[in-house]
């Protein structure tokens, strides 16, 4: 049985994206310059079997990492070697470029994601894909959640999080690159 782990990067000031949906602040933070983060992203990505996403996150992933636009990045061979798994009402295929196709749910999230946790050899990754992470916050089904902090204050945009209250217990923290904080958390719904 698998677990489920969300990765969220947020602002300093907590948001998840930008007013446009992105998460332009990011981007100084990413790519070559920040090694040992990509890294730590390989390391994830290698203990992990499947990957969770909603539409609009699958729509972003899907247009990059099957590509040859990702081949110079270092966590791509991995990313692409996952079992995908889409939750969406408006997509009733899900391809992934010459790597296959996405299994789609379009059902209830919790008995999906319970269906995918019991059948799968290993963890579930989730990145983004804030309106279905809320949704499993809800119902209780996020194991692990890693917060990365980017040391940049956007002032407004999107947050993420669940309707109620959820107790974190700080399993791991560390600093990437002289500028990601990395706070990783073991998840137990509020009594």
């Known amino acids: 049985m698998g677990r489920l782990?969300?990765?969220?990067?947020?602002?300093?000031?907590?948001?998840?994206?930008?007013?446009?949906?992105?998460?332009?602040?990011?981007?100084?933070?990413?790519?070559?310059?920040?090694?040992?983060?990509?890294?730590?992203?390989?390391?994830?990505?290698?203990?992990?079997?499947?990957?969770?996403?909603?539409?609009?996150?699958?729509?972003g992933f899907s247009s990059f990492w099957p590509t040859e636009a990702s081949e110079g990045e270092m966590v791509a061979p991995a990313l692409n070697g996952l079992t995908r798994y889409v939750f969406s009402h408006s997509h009733q295929e899900a391809p992934w470029g010459e790597?296959?196709?996405?299994?789609?749910?379009?059902?209830?999230?919790?008995?999906?994601i319970r269906r995918i946790k019991a059948e799968s050899e290993g963890d579930i990754g989730c990145w983004g894909s804030l309106s279905l992470v809320r949704e499993l916050l809800d119902l209780g089904e996020v194991d692990e959640l890693r917060l990365v902090v980017a040391p940049s204050m956007i002032g407004q945009g999107r947050r993420f999080g669940p309707a109620g209250q959820v107790q974190l217990a700080l399993r791991e923290a560390a600093t990437y690159d002289d500028a990601l904080v990395e706070l990783v958390y073991d998840l137990r719904s509020a009594d």
């Not at 990765?7 to 994206?17: K, L, N, R, Y």
Request: glycine share 18%; proline share 3%.
């Open 5 to 59: 782990i969300v990765q969220e990067t947020i602002s300093a000031d907590g948001f998840a994206a930008d007013p446009e949906g992105t998460t332009s602040f990011m981007e100084p933070f990413i790519g070559g310059a920040a090694e040992g983060f990509a890294r730590r992203q390989l390391e994830l990505i290698e203990g992990l079997s499947g990957m969770l996403m909603g539409a609009r996150t699958y729509e």
């Open 99 to 112: 790597k296959g196709d996405c299994e789609v749910y379009s059902g209830d999230t919790g008995e999906g």
